[in-house]
């Protein structure tokens, strides 16, 4: 299995901040990154796919880059319905999977 | 607006069986591959399995193959996971998601305890 692995795993941050997440793939997964948002109690919220692409209705402040193996999620601007827990998840081999979780707090 | 709901989650002794429902509304169900995604408590996401529009299972991890197996009605938007021999690892919120390589909408869950 391809292994994902998310740094850090917390931060803090006060409302207007820029934030970035990285994640690291154990081999290549070329552009197959995508980024969930989430909070306990919550469905879980796909922010960005295909490492850079925007879902529909996400703001413009989550930016996603990389390809490989390394890739990251910034926040461009902190708000306060940001704060939540960030996974990363390859869909380039199977089965898909996931990064250990960043928990972004407020600072 | 797309809405996926999770139920036929509770508490299950070691062993037992449960079935998980998860009713999408919002969408064409029927064109759609589905997946289940569980989170024990404190750990990460966990892939689960994912079944094609027509009904092909694309994936079981080995924690689980040969002990749950997925469905769907598509006359009922409809979405299963039968559960069986559970074991008390299989602790967890289970998330059914729209689509194969990644879930572009999710359900809130539903907790399946497994405990003596």
């Known amino acids: 299995d391809i292994q994902m692995t998310q740094s850090p795993s917390s931060l803090s941050a006060s409302v207007g901040d820029r934030v970035t997440i990285t994640c690291r793939a154990s081999q290549s997964i070329d552009r197959s990154l995508n980024w969930y948002h989430h909070k306990p109690g919550k469905a879980p919220k796909l922010l960005i796919y295909a490492a850079s692409t925007l879902q529909s209705g996400v703001p413009s402040r989550f930016i996603g880059s990389g390809f490989g193996t390394d890739f990251k999620l910034t926040i461009t601007s902190v708000q306060p319905e940001d704060f939540a827990t960030y996974y990363c998840q390859q869909s380039y081999g199977t089965p898909p999977t996931f990064g250990q979780g960043t928990k972004v707090d407020i600072k | 607006e797309v809405q996926l709901v999770e139920s036929g989650g509770g508490l299950v002794q070691p062993g037992g069986s449960l079935r998980l429902s998860c009713a999408a509304s919002g969408f064409s169900f029927s064109d759609y591959s589905m997946s289940w995604i569980r989170q024990a408590p404190g750990k990460g996401l966990e892939w689960v399995s994912t079944?094609?529009?027509?009904?092909?299972?694309?994936y079981y991890p080995d924690s689980v193959k040969g002990r749950f197996s997925m469905s769907r009605d598509n006359s009922k938007n409809t979405l299963y996971l039968q559960m069986s021999s559970l074991r008390p690892e299989d602790t967890a919120i289970y998330y059914c998601a729209k689509g194969r390589d990644y879930g572009d909408y999710w359900g809130p869950g539903t907790l399946v305890t497994v405990s003596s």
């Open positions: 079944l094609t529009n027509r009904g092909y299972s694309t």
